[in-house]
């Protein structure tokens, strides 16, 4: 069964130190990876993906993934967090194989918390 | 180019009723998916609508349903709702085949307490 597992439900870091937030998968074939940010009663926005080709893809804000396949990990990155980063991040995956459409996998994501 | 568009953003029913929530996807897209988000379970699929067409579901029960329309918007349905069914939901599209580019772009959410 195709799953994602974010071992951290929290991540505390002080702004200016790089953070790290954790995210292993299990599917079978390639998958898409994807990050997503949530801010309070507001919806998900995509902050980066890994379809193919290089291993560390960049995104938005500053935040930076490795896919990192003999692990089985896409762990999300920035050199230097800011007060603004603390939100909801959320892991997904997406198979291409046996799988017609769109559905994602989500993680129960990671609460990250910036402090001043 | 507008984003995904859902509403209500909020509503409240009581147990017993039944609710229907709207998606307007973004222009040219023409698969719509939904999403449960509950603090409990996280988010959830609940089904997703290609060209009219359900064409993956989730775990859902019955009372959980879906349409969607010639021009893309789609609607999700909830029956006999459970105080269990309050949640947010979140619907997001993508434009599968040639201009896919993998992402899912999601709305705003509604917002459903159930009493």
């Known amino acids: 069964a195709q799953s994602v597992a974010q071992p951290e439900d929290q991540v505390n870091v002080a702004e200016g130190n790089p953070l790290t937030v954790k995210c292993t998968y299990s599917?079978?074939?390639?998958?898409?990876l994807f990050w997503y940010v949530q801010y309070p009663n507001r919806g998900l926005q995509f902050l980066l993906k890994y379809i193919t080709g290089d291993n560390l893809v960049k995104g938005s804000y500053g935040f930076e993934a490795e896919f990192n396949k003999s692990q089985t990990s896409f762990h999300l990155k920035k050199p230097s967090a800011l007060v603004s980063d603390s939100a909801l991040y959320f892991c997904?995956?997406?198979?291409?194989?046996?799988?017609?459409?769109?559905?994602?996998?989500f993680g129960k994501g990671t609460t990250l918390s910036v402090s001043s | 180019k507008a984003g995904v568009t859902q509403t209500p953003r909020y509503l409240i029913k009581t147990r017993g009723q039944q609710v229907t929530l709207s998606c307007s996807p973004i222009s040219g897209h023409r698969s719509v998916s939904w999403y449960q988000q509950t603090p409990g379970q996280g988010l959830q699929f609940l089904f997703e609508?290609?060209?009219?067409?359900?064409?993956n579901k989730g775990n859902f029960p019955g009372r959980f349903s879906g349409r969607q329309f010639s021009n893309s918007r789609s609607e999700m349905n909830v029956s006999t709702l459970e105080l269990g069914d309050s949640a947010l939901y979140l619907c997001a599209s993508s434009n599968p085949g040639q201009g896919d580019t993998g992402e899912l772009f999601f709305g705003e959410g509604s917002r459903l307490t159930v009493l």
């Open positions: 609508y290609f060209s009219e067409t359900q064409r």
């Open positions: 997904a995956v997406r198979a291409l194989q046996n799988q017609a459409g769109t559905a994602l996998i």
């Open positions: 599917v079978s074939g390639n998958p898409y």
